[in-house]
């Protein structure tokens, strides 16, 4: 007879729990990565967005608007820089767009908009001087940034957040550090309050064949952050988080660090594609924004207010 009270009372805590589970998994959005595919495409529609081109000024009114369908405030970071190393002045944009921009409680979540004005990599000699169209190196992020941001307008979380697309990311020749990262360093002399409790980067999460290590930077100064997103990834199976340690990349997440941020980056820097004019949609699959984006409506929806 006891043994039966355990057997039934097993029972009903399963069932309790399966009902727990599904409740919580229903308050976590659905991720639409036909559309987020759809904004990816979107993007490279508009041609190469290295600063000063006509794509680059399409896609900021194009962004600009786009988050103004989706959050509460949408505000751009005009700024000028010098590059010493090219020897020309960019005229350049963050675009920012905030859900609840009164709560204390927020997340950050970045990508970096702009694309690299050479193609350096390119296997041919005679594309170096080439823009790239940034499938993945940029537009990739953005893309799944948009569609959160549309979930996320269509059923509040409990947090607020801030979206942050930098401009100036991809800019630099081959070694002149200086001339990369400029949107971010420029935002987080900057940052709106309330500040973010911790940040999410994004850059190349479009691949077709996606495999996201703990990026090394990220693993040392913003721990906490890595293993939150990774737990989400292993609540929901999601087998493209790889649990190693990988190489550090000099990303836009390092100025927010700096600027005590605790801020992460979600980057699969194993693409051949990369820097070349082979970076177009056909080598990113929505499968992969999928699986991000769906990893980060856990970890927006599941975070304590
Ligand atoms: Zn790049």
Not at 105 to 130: G, M, V
Not at 256 to 282: A, M, Q, R, V
Request: aromatic share 10%; proline share 7%.
């Amino acid at each position: 007879m006891a043994r039966m009270i355990v057997t039934i009372s097993k029972m009903w805590a399963g069932i309790l729990f399966v009902v727990c589970v599904s409740v919580l998994n229903a308050a976590v959005p659905d991720f639409d990565e036909a559309h987020a595919f759809f904004l990816l495409e979107a993007q490279c529609a508009l041609g190469p967005r290295n600063p000063g081109s006509w794509g680059h000024d399409r896609c900021l009114e194009f962004l600009k608007r786009e988050l103004g369908y989706w959050t509460d405030t949408v505000f751009v970071q005009p700024f000028s820089y010098y590059s010493f190393d090219r020897k020309e002045t960019l005229e350049l944009s963050n675009i920012i767009g905030r859900i609840a921009p009164e709560k204390n409680a927020r997340i950050l979540l970045c990508a970096h908009w702009d694309t690299r004005p050479t193609a350096d990599q390119d296997p041919e000699p005679k594309n170096h001087n080439t823009p790239i169209l940034g499938a993945n190196d940029g537009a990739s992020g953005v893309a799944i940034l948009l569609e959160i941001a549309r979930r996320c307008a269509l059923k509040p979380p409990g947090i607020g957040l801030d979206f942050v697309f930098f401009d100036g990311e991809d800019y630099g020749r081959e070694g002149v550090l200086d001339d990369y990262v400029i949107g971010s360093k420029h935002f987080a002399n900057d940052i709106p309050a309330p500040v973010p409790r911790f940040g999410i980067l994004l850059d190349m999460v479009g691949d077709r064949d996606l495999k996201i290590p703990k990026e090394q930077a990220s693993y040392t100064l913003a721990r906490d952050v890595v293993e939150k997103v990774w737990r989400a990834a292993r609540d929901l199976g999601i087998q493209t988080f790889d649990p190693t340690v990988g190489r550090g990349v000099y990303d836009d997440h390092l100025a927010l660090n700096e600027e005590g941020i605790p801020t992460i980056d979600l980057i699969d820097f194993d693409y051949p594609p990369w820097h070349t004019l082979h970076d177009i949609p056909s080598a990113c699959s929505a499968k992969s924004l999928d699986d991000v984006g769906r990893v980060l409506l856990q970890v927006i929806y599941t975070e304590k207010p």
